[in-house]
């Protein structure tokens, strides 16, 4: 699976969009990349994934580059609760296990 | 509701004894997981199952065992063999195999090896 690189830490103000970026320049054609996050002392929360196209929910955004070398989560209106360390994962289609790396650490300041 | 529980939340244990993790699940999920976190970093796999009465080690396994019996329950038996057993445990389950099958967290036990 290919690794990812993230920011180790980002600000944001409540109600504005956060905008959390990742590189994963070695993704190969048949890897999603998956955004979960992570409030502290619990266990992960899944946001959302994609393979090229951007996708929304109701949580939030992905934004691919058309060349699937980085990707960016954005959470259009932050909220306090949405402080958390974010981690941006490749992973195969055939499925099997997430990698985590060391993600990013957002706090969302009043 | 459906979800997957862990217990207990904290637990303690004297140095050179075995401990054993509790991991329920009733989304009638057929994969299971364990990760170990550490102060700090990211989560690390333990061991996997994709289906019952079969497990694969992960990337640390060593120090470490577990048992798929029931498609429910995937327990995790940390051993005296484990030189640094002290840290955050979370298992997730999901639907088997394909990349769009998202996994799902338990709330983690914290395990203090004193």
């Known amino acids: 699976d290919a690794k990812t690189t993230q920011p180790p830490s980002m600000d944001c103000a409540e109600g504005r969009a956060a905008n959390l970026p990742c590189n994963h320049s070695t993704i190969s054609g048949n890897e999603y990349v998956y955004w979960y996050r992570q409030i502290h002392s619990q266990g992960p929360q899944y946001i959302i994934h994609?393979?090229?196209n951007n996708e929304t929910n109701e949580m939030a955004s992905l934004i691919i580059t058309e060349d699937r070398k980085s990707s960016t989560l954005i959470l259009p209106h932050a909220t306090l609760r949405d402080t958390a360390v974010y981690y941006c994962?490749?992973?195969?289609?055939?499925?099997?296990?997430?990698?985590f790396g060391q993600g990013t650490e957002l706090s969302v300041k009043p | 509701d459906g979800g997957i529980t862990q217990s207990p939340k904290y637990l303690f244990r004297k140095e050179g004894q075995n401990v054993t993790l509790s991991c329920e699940q009733n989304?009638?999920?057929?994969?299971m997981y364990w990760y170990r976190q550490d102060p700090g970093q990211g989560l690390r796999l333990i061991y996997y199952?994709?289906?019952?009465?079969?497990?694969q080690k992960g990337d640390i396994a060593e120090g470490y065992s577990v048992s798929r019996e029931k498609k429910e329950s995937f327990p995790l038996t940390v051993t005296s063999a484990q030189k640094n057993p002290t840290a955050f445990y979370l298992c997730?389950?999901?639907?088997?195999?394909?990349?769009?099958?998202?996994?799902?967290f338990g709330p983690g036990t914290r395990l203090t090896v004193l």
């Open positions: 994609g393979l090229k």
């Open positions: 997730a389950s999901s639907l088997p195999g394909l990349a769009y099958n998202e996994q799902f």
């Open positions: 989304l009638n999920h057929d994969a």
């Open positions: 994962i490749v992973r195969s289609n055939q499925g099997g296990k997430l990698i």
């Open positions: 199952s994709q289906i019952v009465n079969d497990f």
